[in-house]
């Protein structure tokens, strides 16, 4: 996996999420290690999802 910003390498990190009226959880993202891009499942969810509303609208 490469970053998409700078192109570098990714590398596979677990976060620890923690929010206030919820427990903590973690989760797996990946963080580039030449700027420090950090990837996760939320942002890449959020992205798709825009993605798709973004060519709905479009077709
Ligand atoms: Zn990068």
Request: with cysteine; hydrophobic share 40%; proline share 3%.
């Amino acid at each position: 996996m490469n970053c998409r910003k700078c192109g570098g390498l990714m590398v596979a990190e677990k976060f620890l999420f923690t929010s206030i009226e919820s427990r903590p959880w973690d989760y797996f993202g990946a963080r580039c290690l030449c700027c420090g891009r950090i990837e996760d499942p939320v942002i890449l969810a959020h992205e798709m999802r825009a993605r798709f509303r973004h060519s709905k609208v479009k077709a």
